[in-house]
Antibody
Framework: QLQLQESGPGLVKPSETLSLTCTVS??????????WGWIRQPPGKGLEWIGSIYYSGSTYYNPSLKSRVTISVDTSKNQFSLKVSSVTAADTAVYHC???????????????WGKGTTVTVSS | QSVLTQPPSASRTPGQRVTISCSGS????????VNWYQQLPGTAPKLLIYSNNQRPSGVPDRFSGSKSGTSASLAISGLQSEDEADYYC???????????FGGGTKLTVL
């Protein structure tokens, strides 16, 4: 079945760029009905959507993060990636990747999530 | 401050029923469907309810969802100790052009 796996450095220095990759297995990232996204969860806090991408490259970003976030897709590797620039301690969180799919009535929902990877911003 | 509003906590005993509310606005719940997630400690969120009231395969029928206007609810009947988790609602927001989540409700089954 479909699985998502996040990877990337667990420690990033303040002011630098956080880079993560999500590898999709058991299915194709080029599916016509699916979007691929990033969600983060700071320690002890709730979920925050970062942004999503379609296999064609069209993107949607959280307005509060848009100026610092870039999401890209590599269909040849079945991967999509996240970059967050100028990080601060407030960007410390568990970062999850997830698939957004659609039901027969054209309603969207995130159904498959990666286990998440912890990123700490510290010098 | 989350766009969708949930009670921070709820507590029941095994066998009881609990309802968790999720309040939004016309740009999110009022015009789009609501999804619910269960997050056990130290794990990724798991889809519990999608499209307001649909259960994915494998989710027990003790879990149900509903929506009315700009609010939605998750009901869990016959509570079990393994239901102790954080529960989040989510919806697409047409004004923000993105997904919004509730702040989460921590359910304790005593």
């Amino acid at each position: 079945q479909l699985q998502l796996q996040e990877s990337g450095p667990g420690l990033v220095k303040p002011s630098e760029t956080l880079s993560l990759t999500c590898t999709v297995s058991g299915g194709s990232i080029s599916s016509n009905s699916d979007y691929w996204g990033w969600i983060r969860q700071p320690p002890g806090k709730g979920l925050e959507w970062i942004g999503s991408i379609y296999y064609s490259g069209s993107t949607y970003y959280n307005p509060s993060l848009k100026s610092r976030v870039t999401i890209s897709v590599d269909t040849s590797k079945n991967q999509f990636s996240l970059k967050v620039s100028s990080v601060t301690a407030a960007d410390t969180a568990v970062y999850h990747c997830a698939r957004t799919t659609v039901d027969v009535r054209r309603y969207y929902y995130m159904d498959v999530w990666g286990k998440g990877t912890t990123v700490t911003v510290s010098s | 401050q989350s766009v969708l509003t949930q009670p921070p906590s709820a507590s029941r005993t095994p066998g009881q029923r609990v309802t968790i509310s999720c309040s939004g606005s016309s740009s999110n719940i009022g015009s789009n469907t609501v999804n619910w997630y269960q997050q056990l400690p130290g794990t990724a969120p798991k889809l519990l309810i999608y499209s307001n009231n649909q259960r994915p395969s494998g989710v027990p029928d003790r879990f149900s969802g509903s929506k009315s206007g700009t609010s939605a609810s998750l009901a869990i009947s016959g509570l079990q100790s393994e239901d102790e988790a954080d529960y989040y609602c989510a919806a697409w927001d047409d004004s923000l052009n993105g997904w919004v989540f509730g702040g989460g409700t921590k359910l304790t089954v005593l």
